[in-house]
């Protein structure tokens, strides 16, 4: 149990200030629930976000997001307001920020104060290359002007890391520049009114409006025009961080519905007593099960392998979010009308299910991971050596970002060690068509890819070069749950490769009913010991809804 579980208490305990009917109510208001924040203080959450050699408990991706977790879990808004979105921006500043600037956002974490991350603007989207807000030389130093529309904390922040156009030609990759902005000045941007969201209510959507705004030329992070080098280095780590931020919220759902179904009577027994039922509750683990190993995976590959780090991140950030989509959904069904109330044991799920379609595509959406990925696949998916088997808890190097290369220099070697581990027999007798279909996969892959012509790989992509990408990254959840077998196949990662192998070749699979009754009961399990549905099995603080 992490102390944050402890803090943050049993969701489900009436007398808890931080359980169900306060995050919902807080919800409503579009508020956090009241207390959490000096709660996170007094922790010191902030120092979670800042490297150990600039004060603070940041080691590893892989422990951010098993820290994250339990907040994600409570209440996505709480979690992307008070850290992620700050470490989105942090990241920047510790990419290519000079020593000063490093320090001066360490302390701002450290003392609980957010910082906003200013790159998109409305009318680009995610081509942030095209953005207008532009940063004039005035003096040696410069003045801001534009706006920043949709951003998170634009009211609350203490500092900006703002994506600004220094460039004068109007096109190519150095036209802009990052800047951190004191948003507590005199001179400061004015920020704009809160926009009201469907999801994450509790997230302060605003947006800032520079004009003619002073900066000093020493805010500038990093040399001029390096803004999107600096963005695609720090999306490597940020996306693969966003893309295990959705594990806690899915988690805490199949809680209350396998909760719901063990107690809900139906035709004379319990709904959990339906195969339907017991292969969605299974399945959803699974799911869940599987997502955790690629967001694993990919941290660990920013550490040992960061020279492939742009293509597994891009990969976490699309595909995890693809894989607990579809476990969500297949959850709702199972709680049926109880998905529609605001209020009550189960409206937590509803919650998070509205939370987590906009947490998905928070930061780069899906289609924008996809063509960080497209450019490389040629080479990536060409044969070369493979990685040496990951040993978990084992110390990794420390997170290098001077490591982080915009483009894989050859093969894959996580996709090389998935080919070598298909040439040998599966672990389990149920997984002889599963390996067949993998190993198809991995060899069409290859092929497939190596047939792309240069016009298929930029934003005019056909829709079949995108689904290469799509294969790519499931084939990397495959890799980090067969990983996960080691002479042993626990049900939920049998049941986990049925459901990859499904995804991958488009068709219909039944596992063996042994095994999902297997994983099934592993539900069960966990949940009357009162542990978590994650790769630790740790214990957690709750009780049935």
């Given at each position: 149990?992490?102390?944050?579980?402890?803090?943050?208490?049993?969701?489900?305990?009436?007398?808890?200030?931080?359980?169900?009917?306060?995050?919902?109510?807080?919800?409503?208001?579009?508020?956090?629930?009241?207390?959490?924040?000096?709660?996170?203080?007094?922790?010191?959450?902030?120092?979670?976000?800042?490297?150990?050699?600039?004060?603070?408990?940041?080691?590893?991706?892989?422990?951010?997001?098993?820290?994250?977790?339990?907040?994600?879990g409570?209440?996505?808004?709480?979690?992307?307001?008070?850290?992620?979105?700050?470490?989105?921006?942090?990241?920047?500043?510790?990419?290519?920020?000079?020593?000063?600037?490093?320090?001066?956002?360490?302390?701002?974490?450290?003392?609980?104060?957010?910082?906003?991350?200013?790159?998109?603007?409305?009318?680009?989207?995610?081509?942030?290359?095209?953005?207008?807000?532009?940063?004039?030389?005035?003096?040696?130093?410069?003045?801001?002007?534009g706006a920043k529309n949709v951003i998170n904390n634009a009211d609350?922040?203490?500092s900006a890391v703002v994506f600004a156009r220094t460039g004068t030609s109007g096109f190519g990759g150095r036209e802009h520049s990052l800047f951190l902005v004191d948003l507590d000045g005199p001179d400061s941007p004015a920020s704009t009114p809160r926009h009201l969201s469907l999801a994450l209510r509790g997230c302060r959507l605003g947006g800032l409006s520079f004009r003619n705004t002073p900066v000093d030329a020493s805010t500038m992070i990093g040399a001029p025009g390096t803004a999107v080098e600096t963005a695609l280095t720090s999306f490597q780590v940020s996306r693969c961080v966003a893309a295990g931020a959705g594990l806690g919220p899915v988690d805490e759902s199949l809680f209350a519905v396998a909760g719901f179904a063990t107690r809900r009577r139906l035709y004379g027994s319990d709904l959990s007593d339906l195969p339907h039922v017991k292969h969605t509750l299974a399945s959803s683990f699974a799911d869940l099960m599987a997502a955790e190993c690629m967001v694993a995976d990919s941290a660990n590959?920013?550490?040992?392998?960061?020279?492939?780090?742009?293509?597994?991140?891009?990969?976490?950030?699309?595909?995890?979010?693809?894989?607990?989509?579809?476990?969500?959904?297949?959850?709702?069904?199972?709680?049926?009308?109880?998905?529609?109330?605001?209020?009550?044991?189960?409206?937590?799920?509803?919650?998070?299910?509205?939370?987590?379609?906009?947490?998905?595509?928070?930061?780069?959406?899906?289609?924008?991971?996809?063509?960080?990925?497209?450019?490389?696949?040629?080479?990536?998916?060409?044969?070369?050596?493979?990685?040496?088997?990951?040993?978990?808890?084992?110390?990794?190097?420390?997170?290098?970002?001077?490591?982080?290369?915009?483009?894989?220099?050859?093969?894959?070697?996580?996709l090389n060690r998935l080919r070598v581990s298909l040439e040998s027999r599966p672990?389990?007798?149920?997984?002889?068509?599963?390996?067949?279909?993998?190993?198809?996969?991995?060899?069409?892959?290859?092929?497939?890819?190596?047939?792309?012509?240069?016009?298929?790989?930029?934003?005019?992509?056909?829709?079949?070069?995108?689904?290469?990408?799509?294969?790519?990254?499931?084939?990397?959840?495959?890799?980090?749950?067969?990983?996960?077998?080691d002479g042993d196949a626990p049900s939920w990662a049998v049941l986990a490769l049925y459901r990859t192998a499904e995804r991958i070749g488009g068709i219909r699979l039944e596992p063996p009913q042994h095994v999902v009754l297997e994983t099934f009961t592993d539900v069960l399990r966990r949940i009357q010991e009162g542990r978590a549905f994650d790769l630790r099995a740790r214990t957690v603080p709750r009780t049935m809804p």
């Amino acid at each position: 149990m992490t102390i944050l579980d402890t803090l943050l208490g049993d969701p489900y305990q009436s007398a808890n200030p931080y359980g169900v009917a306060d995050v919902l109510e807080a919800d409503e208001a579009r508020e956090f629930t009241a207390g959490t924040l000096t709660l996170l203080d007094d922790y010191g959450f902030g120092a979670e976000f800042v490297p150990i050699a600039l004060g603070g408990r940041f080691t590893s991706i892989e422990r951010l997001v098993h820290v994250m977790r339990p907040v994600f879990g409570r209440d996505a808004s709480l979690g992307l307001g008070y850290g992620l979105t700050s470490f989105m921006a942090a990241v920047n500043v510790y990419a290519a920020g000079r020593t000063d600037q490093q320090v001066a956002v360490a302390r701002t974490l450290m003392s609980g104060r957010a910082i906003s991350v200013a790159y998109h603007e409305s009318d680009h989207g995610n081509d942030f290359g095209a953005n207008d807000l532009v940063a004039t030389e005035d003096g040696g130093n410069y003045r801001l002007n534009g706006a920043k529309n949709v951003i998170n904390n634009a009211d609350r922040a203490q500092s900006a890391v703002v994506f600004a156009r220094t460039g004068t030609s109007g096109f190519g990759g150095r036209e802009h520049s990052l800047f951190l902005v004191d948003l507590d000045g005199p001179d400061s941007p004015a920020s704009t009114p809160r926009h009201l969201s469907l999801a994450l209510r509790g997230c302060r959507l605003g947006g800032l409006s520079f004009r003619n705004t002073p900066v000093d030329a020493s805010t500038m992070i990093g040399a001029p025009g390096t803004a999107v080098e600096t963005a695609l280095t720090s999306f490597q780590v940020s996306r693969c961080v966003a893309a295990g931020a959705g594990l806690g919220p899915v988690d805490e759902s199949l809680f209350a519905v396998a909760g719901f179904a063990t107690r809900r009577r139906l035709y004379g027994s319990d709904l959990s007593d339906l195969p339907h039922v017991k292969h969605t509750l299974a399945s959803s683990f699974a799911d869940l099960m599987a997502a955790e190993c690629m967001v694993a995976d990919s941290a660990n590959t920013l550490h040992e392998l960061p020279a492939f780090g742009s293509a597994h991140s891009a990969a976490a950030k699309y595909i995890v979010a693809r894989i607990l989509e579809s476990a969500m959904s297949d959850l709702s069904v199972v709680l049926g009308a109880r998905f529609y109330l605001r209020t009550g044991p189960y409206a937590l799920f509803g919650k998070h299910f509205r939370d987590f379609a906009a947490l998905a595509i928070g930061h780069a959406g899906g289609a924008a991971c996809q063509l960080a990925i497209l450019p490389q696949l040629k080479r990536l998916t060409s044969q070369g050596d493979a990685a040496p088997k990951t040993v978990p808890g084992a110390d990794l190097a420390p997170l290098n970002f001077g490591s982080l290369r915009m483009f894989a220099p050859g093969p894959d070697p996580v996709l090389n060690r998935l080919r070598v581990s298909l040439e040998s027999r599966p672990v389990h007798p149920a997984l002889t068509d599963v390996w067949q279909i993998l190993t198809q996969a991995l060899l069409d892959l290859r092929s497939e890819s190596a047939a792309l012509a240069p016009h298929d790989l930029g934003v005019a992509a056909p829709a079949a070069a995108m689904r290469l990408t799509e294969r790519y990254a499931l084939l990397l959840v495959t890799a980090g749950i067969v990983e996960r077998l080691d002479g042993d196949a626990p049900s939920w990662a049998v049941l986990a490769l049925y459901r990859t192998a499904e995804r991958i070749g488009g068709i219909r699979l039944e596992p063996p009913q042994h095994v999902v009754l297997e994983t099934f009961t592993d539900v069960l399990r966990r949940i009357q010991e009162g542990r978590a549905f994650d790769l630790r099995a740790r214990t957690v603080p709750r009780t049935m809804p």
